[in-house]
């Protein structure tokens, strides 16, 4: 399975962006995709999840509101739309892959990563 993330970029505060991660390689809906992000200086987080099967979607709370994570599997590409940016969503974002339905928030639960795309919000 590889993953690859993508449509990071620099946007002033208030504004949206929308990341992409592309899955090749996934032989089952019995999965989950999720995505993180890591600041400076910190350890990377979760921040939204969804289920490849039925599409159930979950985000940390600091995000609920103002992201929204969706899936086209026809395209096996999952998608974080991101409105509303404040300054402290700056991080890279990265795309995991986990088999089996449940979407954690543990890093450790993921076994398959993509590179990263990083977002920087401005003030």
């Known amino acids: 399975v590889q993953l690859q993330a993508s449509g990071g970029g620099l946007v002033q505060a208030g504004g949206s962006l929308r990341l992409s991660c592309v899955v090749s390689?996934?032989?089952?809906?019995?999965?989950?995709t999720a995505w993180f992000r890591q600041a400076p200086g910190k350890e990377r987080e979760f921040v939204a999840g969804?289920?490849?099967?039925?599409?159930?979607?979950y985000y940390t709370d600091s995000v609920k509101g103002r992201f929204t994570v969706s899936k086209i599997s026809a395209k096996n590409t999952v998608y974080l739309q991101m409105n509303s940016l404040k300054p402290e969503d700056t991080a890279v974002y990265y795309c995991?892959?986990?088999?089996?339905?449940?979407?954690?928030?543990?890093?450790?639960?993921?076994?398959?990563w993509g590179q990263g795309t990083p977002v920087t919000v401005s003030s």
């Open positions: 995991a892959l986990r088999w089996g339905s449940t979407v954690h928030e543990a890093t450790r639960m993921y076994s398959f």
């Open positions: 969804i289920r490849w099967s039925g599409g159930n979607q």
């Open positions: 390689g996934r032989t089952s809906n019995d999965a989950a």
